[in-house]
């Protein structure tokens, strides 16, 4: 099985470091095998059409953003 491809897409802010340490803590609790990026650069973010962060986009698809969630639901978006 190949790791879920997951990335923190943010500017390094307090909420964006807090979230990539909740999906790896979150992964880690879960067994999930995981490789995580964190990317922090502005011209990606606007050619991702990132408008709020922190966002995460798991298997290059964007399935949050503008906050962190709880752990619950920071669970099912890492293993849908």
Same mark, same amino acid.
């Given at each position: 099985?190949?790791?879920?491809?997951?990335? #923190?897409?943010?500017?390094?802010? *307090?909420?964006?470091?807090?979230?990539?340490?909740? /999906?790896? =803590? &979150?992964?880690?609790? &879960?067994?999930?095998?995981?490789? %995580? @990026?964190?990317? !922090?650069?502005? =011209?990606?973010?606007?050619? %991702?059409?990132?408008?709020? #962060? *922190?966002?995460? +986009?798991?298997?290059? @698809?964007? /399935?949050?953003?503008?906050? /962190?969630?709880? @752990? *619950?639901?920071? @669970? =099912?978006?890492? +293993? !849908?």
């Amino acid at each position: 099985m190949t790791a879920r491809r997951i990335r #923190v897409l943010g500017t390094d802010c *307090p909420a964006c470091r807090r979230l990539a340490g909740l /999906v790896r =803590e &979150t992964a880690e609790e &879960t067994g999930l095998d995981y490789d %995580l @990026k964190e990317v !922090n650069d502005l =011209e990606e973010l606007a050619r %991702l059409g990132i408008l709020s #962060v *922190p966002a995460l +986009e798991v298997e290059g @698809k964007i /399935v949050l953003s503008g906050r /962190v969630p709880p @752990k *619950p639901e920071l @669970k =099912e978006l890492l +293993e !849908n």
